[in-house]
T-cell receptor
Framework: DADVTQTPRNRITKTGKRIMLECSQTKGHDRMYWYRQDPGLGLRLIYYSFDVKDINKGEISDGYSVSRQAQAKFSLSLESAIPNQTALYFC???????????FGPGTRLLVL | GENVEQHPSTLSVQEGDSAVIKCTYSDSASNYFPWYKQELGKRPQLIIDIRSNVGEKKDQRIAVTLNKTAKHFSLHITETQPEDSAVYFCAPNSGGYQKVTFGTGTKLQVIP
């Protein structure tokens, strides 16, 4: 089945380290998104991309950057990790038009 | 951008009772109205959706109703079961090149 995958699934890092979270999809969708979810809270948009040459900031982009390496790959980087970036990170894709979003399994990040 | 509100933020019901979650939005251009379910530790997944040319859609025990004039739509779950316990999100949108805004989520607890 076509799917959205994320690596790593869990990551522990230290304050100040640069880390990368990766997202791959076999759904053939043009649009990809990165969200952050804190315990008990909703989904906050970090960055989104409508195609390979398009990158847009979401509501909480400070401290993050992204790279859209191909239609199927969208990576999120934390330039210098800090403890309040500890969260669950989701990648999602959509086919455009009707905006149903398909989520990856998530990456749990702990910044010490 | 779209302003999306969900009510209530938490909801506890006895098994077998009904549950209703309401989503209010601001963008009159919205024409697609999905509901997502996120079980504990899992990814959000689409459970039901409706387009603006339809007032109601039903799928077994779940239904979605839309009032476009008042700009709100609701998720209805009948004969609730413990496995319905989860967080539910709405995400009204118009497709196109606008980012999708998720509601803040409703935590539903079904008490056996």
């Amino acid at each position: 089945d076509a799917d959205v995958t994320q690596t790593p699934r869990n990551r522990i890092t230290k304050t100040g380290k640069r880390i990368m979270l990766e997202c791959s999809q076999t759904k053939g969708h043009d649009r990809m998104y990165w969200y952050r979810q804190d315990p008990g809270l909703g989904l906050r948009l970090i960055y989104y991309s409508f195609d390979v040459k398009d990158i847009n900031k979401g509501e909480i982009s400070d401290g993050y950057s992204v790279s859209r390496q191909a239609q199927a790959k969208f990576s999120l980087s934390l330039e210098s990790a800090i403890p309040n970036q500890t969260a669950l990170y989701f990648c999602a894709t959509s086919p455009g038009g009707r905006e149903t979003q398909y989520f990856g399994p998530g990456t749990r990040l702990l910044v010490l | 951008g779209e302003n999306v509100e969900q009510h209530p933020s938490t909801l506890s019901v006895q098994e077998g009772d009904s549950a209703v979650i309401k989503c209010t939005y601001s963008d009159s251009a919205s024409n697609y109205f999905p509901w997502y379910k996120q079980e504990l530790g899992k990814r959000p997944q689409l459970i039901i959706d409706i387009r603006s040319n339809v007032g109601e859609k039903k799928d077994q025990r779940i239904a979605v109703t839309l009032n476009k004039t008042a700009k709100h739509f609701s998720l209805h779950i009948t004969e609730t079961q413990p496995e319905d316990s989860a967080v539910y999100f709405c995400a009204p949108n118009s497709g196109g090149y606008q980012k999708v805004t998720f509601g803040t989520g409703t935590k539903l607890q079904v008490i056996p």
